[in-house]
C-alpha cells in the first residue's frame, strides 16, 4: 500500500504565477487535510476535505487559495498569484476516519 | 491563549537521559490525542496515539490527563536518533485537527 504521494515536492514559481500541488491520499483514506509550515515555525492546519466536499476551510487564507479533492483523481492546492510570503512546505494527510493522520513528503514551495 | 500549547524548549539533553515533555490544551470537548515527531525538513510521522490509561511502547510513554487538560510525552534512555522536533496534536470534534507548535529536541553524545 503505497503512502501518501504528494508532488512536486519542489516547485519554484515567480510572483504571480500561480502554484498547483497534488496530493494522492492513501488507498482507502477519504479524509484529507492540507497544513502549510513556514520556515522555523509549527504546522498550520489550512483545510480539510472529503470526496467533493470542503469540510473545514478556517485555515486558509480567504484569497488566492483554493482546495479541491474531486471524485476522481488527486487533491489540488490551488495558490493564485503567489507571493514570496508564500513559500513554504506544504503538507498534505490521509486518514480513513478522524483518527490517525498519514503525512505526505510535502512540497516545498519558493517564490521567487 | 492558543488551543494547543508546548513547552517552548529546545531540549539539549545527554545521551541516555530522559526527557519530558508537556502540552496542554484549551477545549475540553478534545477527543483524541497524539504525539508525531518531525525529522529536520520531512514530513511529520506518528509516534504514538495517547490513551487516557496511559501507554506505553519501548522507551516512550504517554500520559494522558483530562481533568488538567494535558498529556506528556517521557523518553527513556535517550539515543541520538532521538533528535527531533516533537508535536503534540489534539483532536475535537470528528474534523478539528490542531497542532502544537512543537518542542525540539537534541541529544548530545
Known amino acids: 500500500n503505497a503512502g501518501v504521494m504528494q508532488n512536486p515536492r519542489h516547485l519554484v514559481r515567480r510572483r504571480g504565477q500561480e502554484a498547483r500541488l497534488r496530493c494522492s491520499p492513501m488507498k482507502g483514506h477519504s479524509h484529507v487535510y492540507w497544513y502549510r509550515q513556514l520556515p522555523e515555525e509549527g504546522l498550520k492546519f489550512m483545510v480539510y476535505?472529503?470526496?467533493?466536499?470542503?469540510?473545514?476551510e478556517s485555515g486558509m487564507p480567504k484569497e488566492r487559495f483554493s482546495a479541491e479533492f474531486p471524485k476522481e483523481g488527486p487533491s489540488i492546492l490551488r495558490i493564485q498569484q503567489v507571493v514570496r510570503g508564500d513559500s513554504a512546505a506544504y503538507f498534505c494527510?490521509?486518514?480513513?476516519?478522524?483518527?490517525?493522520?498519514?503525512f505526505g513528503p510535502g512540497t516545498r514551495l519558493t517564490v521567487l | 491563549r492558543k488551543e494547543v500549547e508546548q513547552d517552548p524548549g529546545p531540549f539539549n539533553v545527554p545521551e541516555g537521559a530522559t526527557v519530558a515533555f508537556n502540552c496542554t490544551y484549551s477545549n475540553s470537548a478534545s477527543q483524541s490525542f497524539f504525539w508525531y515527531r518531525q525529522d529536520c525538513r520531512k514530513e511529520p510521522k506518528l509516534l504514538m496515539s495517547v490513551y487516557s490509561s496511559g501507554n506505553e511502547d519501548g522507551r516512550f510513554t504517554a500520559q494522558l490527563n483530562r481533568a488538567s487538560q494535558y498529556i506528556s510525552l517521557l523518553i527513556r534512555d535517550s539515543k541520538l536518533s532521538d533528535s527531533a522536533t516533537y508535536l503534540c496534536?489534539?483532536?475535537?470534534?470528528?474534523?478539528?485537527?490542531?497542532f502544537g507548535p512543537g518542542t525540539s529536541l537534541s541529544v548530545i553524545p
Open positions: 476535505l472529503q470526496k467533493e466536499n470542503i469540510i473545514d
Open positions: 494527510a490521509s486518514s480513513p476516519d478522524e483518527g490517525e493522520q498519514f
Open positions: 496534536v489534539v483532536t475535537f470534534s470528528y474534523d478539528k485537527v490542531i
